[in-house]
T-cell receptor
């Protein structure tokens, strides 16, 4: 099956700093989603981005499908950005998502 | 829009009993729903794909007789953990794909199951 690798596994930032989270995948995809899992376990949809670039406030994401990677940018980080960020991809009509191992982000005041 | 609910949010049950978890798409129809399982400090693992009006498709290693899935309508899928054991304690999360939409999936808030 498709492989998903996220890096770095852990990231510690000072409030106000910018960061880039990376997701590499091993096959062509028809779905790529970025999520933030909050402390209560809820997965918050950040982006649905199988290709191209999107922005939402301080967050933006770019997926280069031909090179099989996606980047999530967080600018002017806040303590509320802390948590685990997952990238998940799907290939084919069955839509089954494969999740990466996640990136644990800690933003310190 | 695109809200998925789960009920209950947390449940504690005794070993040997069965527990049913509901997953509902509140403002869209979903022919396909998915059930995931997440252990502490780990990623999500797909357990099964739930198709409205047909049998669920289980991932390799997932016991279909233990994790019964029913997708009775375009807005409701249920997961029943039968004869639960402590090792079934986990966080169960469902997702749904909009019938009218693209491949994007929307996730419920999860159900924390503890088997004593």
């Amino acid at each position: 099956g498709i492989q998903v690798e996220q890096s770095p596994p852990d990231l510690i930032l000072q409030e106000g700093a910018n960061s880039t989270l990376r997701c590499n995948f091993s096959d062509s995809v028809n779905n790529l989603q970025w999520f933030h899992q909050n402390p209560w376990g809820q997965l918050i949809n950040l982006f649905y981005i199988p290709s191209g670039t999107k922005q939402n406030g301080r967050l933006s994401a770019t997926t280069v499908a031909t090179e099989r990677y996606s980047l999530l940018y967080i600018s002017s980080s806040q303590t509320t950005d802390s948590g685990v960020y997952f990238c998940a991809v799907a290939t084919g009509a069955n839509s089954k998502l494969t999740f990466g191992k996640g990136i644990t982000l800690s933003v310190r005041p | 829009g695109a809200v998925v609910s789960q009920h209950p949010s947390r449940v504690i049950c005794k070993s040997g009993t069965s527990v049913k978890i509901e997953c509902r798409s509140l403002d869209f129809q979903a022919t396909t729903m998915f059930w995931y399982r997440q252990f502490p400090k780990q990623s999500l693992m797909l357990m099964a794909t739930s198709n409205e009006g047909s049998k669920a498709t289980y991932e390799q290693g997932v016991e279909k007789d233990k994790f019964l899935i029913n997708h009775a309508s375009l807005t409701l899928s249920t997961l029943t953990v039968t004869s639960a054991h402590p090792e079934d304690s986990s966080f169960y999360i469902c997702s749904a794909r909009d019938l009218q939409g693209a491949y994007e999936q929307y996730f419920g808030p999860g159900t924390r199951l503890t088997v004593t």
